[in-house]
Each structure stands twice: as structure tokens, then as C-alpha cells.
């Protein structure tokens, strides 16, 4: 799921929060609860016709794998990942219906990455990249060029304590950052309104990379993964980047903090500032089971996950201390914020760390592996696929089966299908989405326990459809417990906007997000297959499925009875 908000890096842990989790029952294969933990590892078995625990088991150790690096929309781990989905719906005999006859659909996704090679020079010393200065892209209007005087900027903090924008005009300024209220050097400034307020300045170098931490300096030194900017009249800004302290006193000829603000050194920086754009993977999966009455087959109905994640760390954190930790300070993972423990806190999670010790040995990780944000989701559609595939009657209408790419960046994958469908957009009659679906004990969400399942959006368009849902439900052996507080107009998590079912429903679209909710793993490198509820998971995808069988066999279209929203407007529960 989104965290609906935009990440400027990975999830950092201070270091005293790495106490961290919660040795609660884990339920196993064929079981509802039981005292032991799932391996780490699960050897993979054939999967069969039906939907069940053991082939859920078997597909998300596979697309929750280590080797997947988090399959975060940009790299090869979500390469790979997509590449596993499309061998098995090729397996299948599912017709494609991504770009020219394959099961994909490409993404306008690019990386922009510092050039290579380049150098900045005083014409008496060079500075290079990733050592003297960590280059930080300011997006394609940026210049790409430098040849401009030094001027010392100030001190970071405001107005009072910098230059004005009028004195950095066509400068290259060197701004400092004070120490904290701690004594501790700190880097951070907002890059944006800095370069925003020096618009005009060739450069801003920022004198802290010395107090920049090295998972910090791995994470900004990655290429930027964003769509491919069709703008092209973007105002100009500066280059921008961080420098060591002493590259900025050897430009500026003298400790900083014996300088006055707007003090020119004399010295010309000059070089090339140049980021270079490349094609990276994102794509969405799509594929069609046809239906079976040729008057009803031109219409769909469309089942989603998204199929990608948030990657991976450059310096692992001890699993089971984090897990001991939110437990205790973050029950809702990335969606409470962080904060150290009480003493009394701290206790309780000593003691839990001490349990799951005598369990087994401790193991760094630094992997967002994603097993249920939204691994759980992804395997219950391949799942579904499976079941009706090979099942020996058809649906009347046909059913879409789509695997959404970069949801975890602001839902583009299913933004660019609705806006750029394979199949005619108002053939789809309904889109159901599962996103973590795989959990919903009662140590992962008050209320939680078996058939626990959150519905969202259900009757937001439809009420035939919230209808559908229900009636479907009693007829299942789970006795599902629907929560729809989260559906409410202005729950403050936003669920209804966090997820790839909202960009079906801007157009109209009757949606359906099923979700088991949130827990202490949520956008955490402890979010692994070995957590999941297998018998939950199974349950909810057949229930997926058994709705789906009925909207793709109703004698009528779902009726729309609720006001449709502006597709190009904002989105409010």
C-alpha cells in the first residue's frame, strides 16, 4: 500500500530504536494458529487448481524472495518480479493484452543519474563526485553547466543568516549548517525552497557531507526513478549538491565561519553538472481469461494488486530487534511515527527480544521484501487466474487480471493504465483490488482474528455492488467479519486514496479494495513470508474470486447510483 505520502529516502532506524518483535502465534499451512514460526525459506511445490494455503505458501516465498531485493519499480529486482508473474500467466494460457501482443505494458519510467566522469575545478584543484561533493539532481531544468564566481552564502537557517537571492544572482554559493541544539554537525536544509529562493544562482553547494551518514550518502547517491517529464517549459534552478568542508574552504579560501555572508573568494568554479536519463523497467502485467457468452465477453471484470515494493537499505538492521521494537513503539509500522521508547517500553521489549533469541540467532537484514504489502495481493491474483483458468465452465464476461507497477510511488501503474487502457475503459464493469491481505490477527489490528477482512470503497459508486459482496460472503465456509471503519468520509488514514482501486474509480468505475489492514511489519524490512496467515489468505482470494464469478455473471451491468468523481481532480474519502 502507499504510504500517501512521497518518500525522500528509505526508512531510517536511529540506532536507539534498534531494540526491536512480538513472538505471537504465526499460522501455519492446514492450521489456525500455531506456537512455531514459518521458516525463512520454503521449498516450492506444483500449485494446483484450487486455491489454497500450501499454493500461496509456495508462490509468495517465491515473489517475496531476498533475491527480488524488494522489487521496487525502477530496478531489477522489480524486473524479475514481473518476469515471475508473466511466466506464470503465460503457464496459464491467460491472452495478453499489454503493448504489442505481450503481456507487459511499459511505464514511461526514467533513472536520471550523475554522468560519469565529471569534475568540478577551481583551475587550481578538481573535485570529484561521491567524494568531494555528492551531486544532487534538481530536475531536467537544472543547469548542467558551471562557470561561475564563489560567494559564501551564510548560514543556513533563515533569511536573516543568508545572502539575498539578488547577491546570488548567476553565483556560485556555499551556504554552512550550523551544529544542532545537541552539538551534533547536522546536513540536512530543504532542498527544494533553497533552490527555489536562489533560483537565479548557478550553484548552491551545501558544506555537510562530512555529517552525512553513510546510508544516507548510498541513498541520494542513487540514480532518481520518476515518469518521464513531458514539460518542457520548467523554470531553470541551480545545481545543487553537498560538499565536504573542505572543498568548500579550499573554494572559498578560508574557514567559514571567519567569513561574512556575500564574501566573494575570487575563485571560478567551472565544469560540467550533467545528469543523464535512462529507460527503467516498471511495467504492469495484464492478461484476459475470455468469457464464455459472446454477447457479455467484450466486457470485464478486472482484478488488481500492485506488484511492486520499496527495495532495500544499504545498511541492514537486526531483524527481530526492529520486530521487538514496533511491537511495542509501532504497531502500525510506517503509518505510526517513529519515537524513542519509554523506559517502561524499553523493558518490554528487552523482553521480548530475550524470547525470540532463545528462538534462533540473530540475522541483519536489510531487505523491504513486501511479503503482504503487496506480495499477498499479487499471489491471490495469480491464484484466481489459476482457479478459473483451468476450471471447466468460464465466467460470461471476461476477467482482466492486472498486476499494477509503482503504486508504492503514487499509484502510477494503475493511473497509466486507466489513462492509457488495453481495453476499452468503459468495458470494465468493476475493479477489485486486494492490497495486504495477507495478516489481520488480532496482535495486527484491534478487532482482528480469523476472516477479519477491511472493505473500502464498496459501495462508494454501487451500492449493487457493496450488496454483491455481502451476499457472496454468507455463502462462503469462512464467516468473514467485514470492518468498514475505514471507509468512513475522512478517516485520517485515506485508505479509499492510498491504493490502485482509486484511479479505476475516478472514471466511474464500481471498485472493491479488500485489505486485511496495517501491522508492525507495514513498510518494514521485516515484512516476510514467514508472518503471513496462509488460511486467511486463501480465504480472502477465493472470496475475491466467488465475487468476481458473480459481477462477470449478472445479466446486467453493476448500476452506478452514487455521483461519479472528476477523473482529473483530487481524491477525497
Not at 517500553?345 to 523491504?368: N, Q, V
Amino acid at each position: 500500500m502507499s504510504s500517501g505520502r512521497i518518500l525522500a529516502t528509505h526508512l531510517t532506524i536511529a540506532a536507539g530504536c534498534l531494540l526491536a518483535l512480538v513472538a505471537a502465534p504465526h499460522v501455519g499451512v492446514g492450521q489456525t494458529t500455531s506456537a512455531r514460526e514459518l521458516p525463512l525459506k520454503h521449498a516450492p511445490q506444483p500449485t494446483t487448481a484450487d486455491i489454497t494455503p500450501a499454493d500461496l505458501m509456495t508462490r509468495l516465498y517465491i515473489f517475496s524472495d531476498d533475491s527480488m531485493e524488494g522489487r521496487r519499480v525502477g530496478t531489477e529486482g522489480h524486473r524479475r518480479g514481473t518476469a515471475y508473474i508473466e511466466r506464470e500467466v503465460r503457464k496459464l494460457g491467460l491472452v495478453p493484452a499489454g503493448d504489442s501482443g505481450g503481456y507487459f505494458q511499459n511505464l514511461p519510467v526514467i533513472a536520471r543519474a550523475f554522468a560519469a566522469g565529471q569534475t568540478l575545478s577551481d583551475g587550481a584543484a578538481s573535485f570529484r563526485a561521491w567524494t568531494d561533493f555528492l551531486p544532487r539532481d534538481n530536475g531536467q531544468s537544472a543547469r548542467a553547466n558551471i562557470d561561475a564566481p564563489v560567494v559564501f552564502g551564510g548560514f543556513w537557517g533563515d533569511t536573516a543568516t543568508m545572502i539575498s537571492p539578488y547577491e546570488a544572482a548567476g553565483k556560485f554559493i556555499i551556504i554552512d549548517i550550523p551544529n544542532g541544539p545537541d552539538g551534533e554537525p547536522r546536513w540536512q536544509t530543504n532542498r527544494p525552497a533553497l533552490s527555489r529562493y536562489y533560483a537565479g544562482a548557478a550553484g548552491i553547494a551545501i558544506a555537510s557531507l562530512d555529517a552525512m551518514d553513510p546510508e544516507t550518502r548510498g541513498v541520494l547517491a542513487e540514480p532518481l526513478v520518476g515518469l518521464r517529464e513531458t514539460e518542457s517549459n520548467l523554470p531553470p534552478l541551480p545545481a545543487f549538491m553537498y560538499t565536504t568542508r573542505a572543498m568548500a574552504e579550499a573554494l572559498l579560501g578560508a574557514p567559514m565561519h571567519k567569513l561574512v555572508r556575500g564574501k566573494a573568494s575570487g575563485k571560478t568554479v567551472t565544469g560540467s553538472f550533467r545528469f543523464d536519463d535512462a529507460s527503467a523497467p516498471a511495467r504492469n502485467v495484464v492478461a484476459i481469461l475470455p468469457g464464455s457468452d459472446p454477447a457479455l465477453k467484450g466486457e470485464y471484470v478486472a482484478i488488481g494488486a500492485h506488484n511492486d515494493h520499496i527495495g532495500f537499505d544499504h545498511e541492514p538492521v537486526d531483524h527481530d530487534s526492529l520486530r521487538a521494537f514496533n511491537a511495542v513503539v509501532r504497531p502500525g509500522g510506517e503509518d505510526d511515527p517513529p519515537r524513542d521508547a519509554t523506559p517502561e517500553e524499553t523493558i518490554r521489549i528487552r523482553g521480548i527480544l530475550d524470547s525470540l533469541r532463545r528462538l534462533h540467532a540473530p540475522r541483519r537484514d536489510s531487505i523491504y521484501n513486501g511479503a503482504d504489502d503487496d506480495g499477498s495481493g499479487s499471489v491471490a491474483v495469480l491464484e484466481i487466474a489459476e482457479a478459473l483458468a483451468r476450471a471447466p465452465a468460464k465466467p460470461k464476461r471476461s476477467v482482466l487480471f492486472i498486476w499494477h507497477a509503482g503504486e508504492e510511488e503514487g499509484l502510477w501503474g494503475s493511473q497509466y493504465f486507466t489513462d492509457h487502457p488495453t481495453v476499452p475503459r468503459d468495458s470494465i464493469v468493476t475493479e477489485l483490488n486486494m492490497d495486504m491481505i495477507g495478516r489481520g490477527r488480532a496482535s495486527d489490528v484491534k478487532g482482528g482474528g480469523p476472516g477479519y477482512l477491511q472493505l473500502i470503497g464498496s459501495r462508494r459508486l454501487s451500492t449493487e455492488l457493496g450488496n454483491l459482496v455481502e451476499t457472496v460472503a454468507k455463502r462462503e465456509p469462512t464467516a468473514f467479519k467485514f470492518d468498514y471503519q475505514y471507509d468512513a468520509n475522512g478517516h485520517p488514514q485515506q485508505y479509499y486514496c492510498r491504493s490502485d482501486h482509486y484511479e479505476y474509480a475516478r472514471y466511474g468505475i464500481p471498485i472493491v479494495f479488500f485489505s486485511t489492514g496495517g501491522h508492525r511489519d507495514y513498510h518494514q524490512v521485516t515484512d516476510e513470508a514467514q508472518y503471513i496467515d496462509y488460511d486467511q489468505l486463501a480465504s480472502v482470494a477465493r472470496l475475491v474470486k466467488d465475487v468476481a464469478i458473480q459481477a462477470a455473471s449478472l445479466d446486467h451491468r453493476l448500476a452506478i447510483d452514487k455521483p461519479k468523481p472528476d477523473p482529473h481532480g483530487q481524491c477525497v474519502q
